[in-house]
């Protein structure tokens, strides 16, 4: 398996950002303060536009409705923060499994603050075999963000995704798009970020391919979402590139009003200019 970062990436980005808010959900007084001034439409209106399709429109039409409790597991889920809010939405007990020590403490935090059990967090190598005979078949629902683009042989990723759910489960499986107009940023601002990542998965039909030979009825499969500066990156010590970006970041909110009005639930998605790649599949079976 060839991984195009290492643990220790991972350990020390986790504790770099061990001063994230790990407490109840919404989490942020920035937040609650602009939804006051704005009112909560308003507010609605301008936050994040992928987020919301994501949450209003993707989720919704395919989380199971079986009227039972669901399992639900992410794949790399440190802080947790994303768990809690999925949990609370679709009444769901949620899992997380995280291989370095700081991210896998940061998610049990968070659990614990929320109200979840965070005995639920496993600290394991995803690819260990320990980890896939103790937990194969165990879920109804897998999510993955920002996971598989990390890795070299894709196929074999998506396979392990596949046996961590029950017949009848769903996959959810969100990457990054570094291609498009992310490419010329990315390269000129925040280089060392290419080598970590599958920049060939990122095409549409690499990433439909990856996930074809496993044992998943793809109900969705393509870009996602519409546009985002979020995807404009640069590192801590780049202050006059980050000054920028805030100021990309405040004009993303207008953006977000425009595509929520123009665009509704239904998105706009495209190669050139969509954020993310999303593929959602039902894994085959009784």
């Known amino acids: 398996m060839t991984r195009l970062t290492d643990k220790q990436y991972w350990e020390s980005f986790y504790r770099d950002s061990a001063a994230e808010v790990k407490g109840p959900l919404p989490n942020s007084g920035i937040?609650?303060?602009?939804?006051?001034?704005?009112?909560?439409?308003?507010?609605d209106l301008i936050s994040p536009y992928d987020d919301y399709l994501l949450w209003n429109s993707v989720f919704p039409a395919f989380v199971p409705t079986s009227g039972k409790s669901l399992s639900v597991v992410e794949v790399g889920s440190a802080p947790g923060t994303f768990l809690v809010r999925f949990a609370k939405a679709f009444g769901a007990e949620p899992f997380g499994v995280e291989y370095t020590h700081?991210?896998?403490?940061c998610n049990r935090q968070t659990f614990a603050a929320n109200g979840f059990e965070p005995g639920n967090v496993i600290e394991s190598d995803f690819f260990s075999q320990e980890f896939i005979d103790g937990h194969k078949g165990g879920f109804d629902i897998v999510i993955s963000r920002g996971f598989i683009e990390h890795f070299v042989e894709v196929g074999s990723v998506i396979s392990r995704h596949a046996e961590l759910l029950r017949p009848g489960g769903v996959l959810f499986v969100l990457i990054p798009n570094l291609r498009g107009v992310y490419y010329p940023w990315t390269k000129a601002f925040n280089p060392a970020q290419l080598p970590l990542h599958n920049l060939d998965l990122m095409d549409i039909s690499r990433f439909r391919g990856a996930f074809e030979e496993q044992p998943l009825e793809a109900l969705r499969c393509g870009y996602f979402g519409t546009f985002s500066f979020w995807m404009f990156t640069a590192p801590s010590e780049a202050r006059w590139a980050n000054r920028v970006i805030h100021m990309l970041l405040i004009l993303q909110r207008g953006l977000n009003l425009l595509f929520r009005l123009a665009f509704a639930d239904r998105g706009c998605e495209s190669a050139m200019f969509s954020p993310n790649l999303l593929f959602v599949g039902r894994k085959k079976g009784q």
């Not at 700081?102 to 403490?105: I, K, L, P, Q, T």
């Open 102 to 105: 700081h991210g896998a403490d």
């Open 31 to 43: 937040k609650r303060f602009l939804k006051r001034i704005l009112g909560p439409r308003l507010f």
